[in-house]
């Protein structure tokens, strides 16, 4: 059973915007030092990192691509973290993933096999 749920994936017009969301259990916002991140994958491609946030402080980075248009945040108290996609183009289309780690730096987002826990995903189509 996966430990993390994704949801808000959604088809969208370009320019569109979208909410995603990612449930979690408590521990990983009450210490630990526990990291989360937002992947996504689209067909023929590797997952690459989008965006990650460490559950304690809400320190977060974002992979250049999003900078500007996405925004990741958590609400500690109700064990989800969020990321808002905002001005959306096809190449944001894919699967988006949730995912989570014990301890991290910034620069994991580009080590898919850093990442030990797992969403099931929830896809995102942007269309022209």
């Known amino acids: 059973q996966r430990e993390l749920a994704e949801s808000g994936g959604d088809s969208v017009q370009v320019g569109g915007s979208l909410r995603l969301s990612c449930t979690a259990p408590?521990?990983?916002?009450?210490?630990?030092?526990?990291?989360m991140a937002w992947f996504r994958q689209s067909t023929g491609k590797e997952r690459e990192g989008v965006a990650v946030?460490?559950?304690?402080?809400?320190?977060?980075n974002y992979a250049d691509s999003v900078k500007g248009r996405f925004t990741i945040s958590r609400e500690n108290a109700r064990h989800t973290m969020s990321l808002q996609l905002n001005s959306l183009t096809p190449a944001d289309s894919g699967m988006y993933y949730c995912a989570a780690v014990r301890s991290c730096s910034f620069s994991d987002l580009r080590n898919v096999d850093k990442w030990n826990y797992w969403g099931q995903g929830t896809h995102v189509t942007v269309s022209s």
């Open positions: 408590e521990y990983m916002f009450s210490g630990g030092g526990f990291c």
């Open positions: 946030i460490f559950t304690q402080t809400g320190m977060a």
